[in-house]
DNA sequence: TTGAAATTCAAACGCTCGTTTGAAGCGAAA
DNA sequence: TTTCGCTTCAAACGAGCGTTTGAATTTCAA
């Protein structure tokens, strides 16, 4: 076996142990944030020890860092939404399958769904490693915001005012994923199953739409 | 003297100290909310000793309840946005008016500010303090975006929809208030003085009665 | 089978946190 | 002046954090 198939085993266990952090990262990440997740609670799930963390990704942020490259790699595939999908729609069909994605995370508990929470907790806690990673490319969610809200201001709208709608759509969903479970308490008690998220979609699509007067 | 008159004495010494301990905690947490703003630092600014915390307030927790208190009392004070008030305007007044009395906090840096950047934090960051503080009476900034938002719904509004509606319109300056120090950075760069606020509310309102389409 | 490199492991380090401790300081009554 | 309760203080405690350490284990080419 050659010097390249020996790293390339080596590695092969290697990827085992960091797919699994990985996973576990993004996990913890999601629920408690960046700050909040401990890397004993994501070694604890991953069945790791403690030390990989610091031997496989050098580090906390190291780990982090690798989440964000696999959510960013999830986002731009075709998977997720696409900015020539929605041009192909509607505005409105455009500015409701907006809404939808980003609000699936309230019932969906997948891989996108946990991303989307690390950028709703990132929203509000930016850490530096966040910052860093996005410092010249704004995430997708923004960017896709943007394009929704484009297509309704008009052409000599001033950037502020673009940026100031784009900020206003694409907070919205935000909102609800990363509050989810504080809404699910009293005073609001709201509980998201399918039928209760499409509603959201409807009344959010709505009140965007044609606020507060049109409904 | 009295016994009485001792205990008012020495409770003025007390008082002094108190009173600097929730005005030090009040913009600590302010700036860093509950999680993040440390004991050491309130005493700190407060000059006072650490344990000063535990012997007048049982704990830190104890502090920020009674942060919670100033807090509520201020607002129910009418210095701050009066319900009454906002009945006697038209609707689309009172949605300006709310806005931009939840806007303020950007360019000012009152106590009552402080307080309202203490809700953005929680809005986020539950603290247990906070959650069993407003557990059976809403803060108040729900309770005036229901008004407002009251006015616009349909008598026949299911309770969802105006929790939804109501939501919406609470957390549209929340965000901006929570996160102006990073809309301050690239790549969005914003800087909010007096002009910007008012452009903000503008925007903010005339999207919130309108929606997209209105613009 | 052997030896060296890669990986895992339990333990500990250094730090910050909220809290506790017990002595010292202070003001007012006796 | 002495005494007593209230308040302050420096120091330490214990727990959690990310990280480091050095030995043990595993892996695999030779």
Same sequence: chains 1, 2.
Avoid: C
């Avoid at 990673?133 to 950037?159: G, K, M, T, W, Y």
């Amino acid at each position: 076996m050659s010097n390249l198939d020996q790293a390339r085993v080596a590695s092969r266990s290697t990827e085992t142990t960091r797919a699994a952090l990985i996973k576990a990262a993004t996990s913890v990440f999601a629920e408690y944030g960046y700050d909040g997740g401990s890397v004993r609670l994501i070694t604890q799930r991953a069945m790791a020890n403690q030390a990989a963390v610091n031997y496989h990704f050098g580090g906390k942020d190291g780990l982090y860092r690798e989440v964000l490259i696999a959510a960013t790699r999830a986002f731009e595939e075709n998977a997720f939404l696409d900015p020539e999908e929605l041009d192909a729609l509607s505005p409105e069909d455009a500015l409701r399958r907006y809404l939808h994605q980003f609000l699936l995370p309230l019932v969906k508990r997948d891989r996108v769904s946990r991303f989307l929470r690390i950028f709703a907790w990132e929203s509000v806690q930016p850490s530096e490693v966040f910052s860093a990673f996005i410092a010249h490319s704004p995430p997708r969610i923004f960017r896709l915001a943007e394009r929704v809200v484009r297509r309704f201001l008009p052409q000599d709208a001033s950037a502020e005012t673009v940026t100031f709608a784009m900020l206003w759509l694409a907070q919205q969903p935000m909102f609800f994923v990363r509050d989810a479970e504080r809404l699910a308490q009293p005073p609001f008690s709201l509980k998201f199953d399918e039928e209760a998220l499409e509603r959201l979609v409807d009344t959010l699509a709505g009140l965007s739409l044609r606020g507060l007067a049109g409904v």
